[in-house]
């Protein structure tokens, strides 16, 4: 039986769909080379580089397209259909965040170590102030993890007011990203 709720799914899809977009274009537009190639192999910059292909990756990785057929009527199909492009855009917005959230970091590494270096190469002077900002991005990478992603991005949802009754459980999208990009 129809339960009249299509249209907030359709929504909510186009919202994720939306959502998804934006960060991907902040995730392609972040710098992934540095302008000196001696800081090729830096922390900071392999991140950038290695979020850059992640971003790539979730954005040309194939749609779930096996859809249950849904007994009751046209509707039920489509509720079906929604729900299964509600997976599948929620995973992809989740997983490009915490793309976007280790780029942030890995930028705000660049700044740490552009002010330790003012300009100059790295030499022995400088070898304690970059070793403690790759702790600083590494403490910063290892808090970007689903658990904090999911539950920040539930919390962000409720505060703008939008319909979340249908939205996928962290394990539902950990599972939908490891059947796609494995």
């Not at 002077?125 to 991005?137: F, K, S």
Request: net charge negative.
């Amino acid at each position: 039986m129809a339960d009249g709720l299509n249209p907030q799914r359709t929504a909510r899809v186009a919202a994720l769909l939306s959502e998804f977009q934006n960060l991907q274009f902040y995730i392609a537009s972040a710098p992934n080379n540095p302008p000196d190639q001696d800081d090729y192999y830096t922390e900071g910059w392999s991140t950038l580089r290695q979020c850059y292909y992640d971003g790539q990756n979730i954005l040309n990785c194939a749609e779930d397209n096996q859809v249950p057929l849904a007994r009751g009527g046209v509707e039920e199909q489509e509720k079906a259909e929604l729900q299964q492009v509600l997976l599948d855009a929620y995973a992809r917005r989740h997983e490009a965040q915490k793309i976007y959230l280790r780029q942030a970091a890995a930028q705000r590494w660049i700044g740490w170590r552009d002010h330790v270096l003012q300009g100059q190469r790295p030499h022995a002077g400088h070898t304690e102030q970059l070793a403690a900002c790759d702790e600083a991005l590494r403490v910063e990478l290892a808090a970007v993890n689903d658990d904090t992603v999911y539950a920040e991005m539930r919390t962000s949802d409720y505060q703008m007011g939008c319909w979340t009754l249908e939205d996928p459980t962290l394990r539902q999208v950990q599972r939908w990203i490891r059947n796609r990009l494995s």
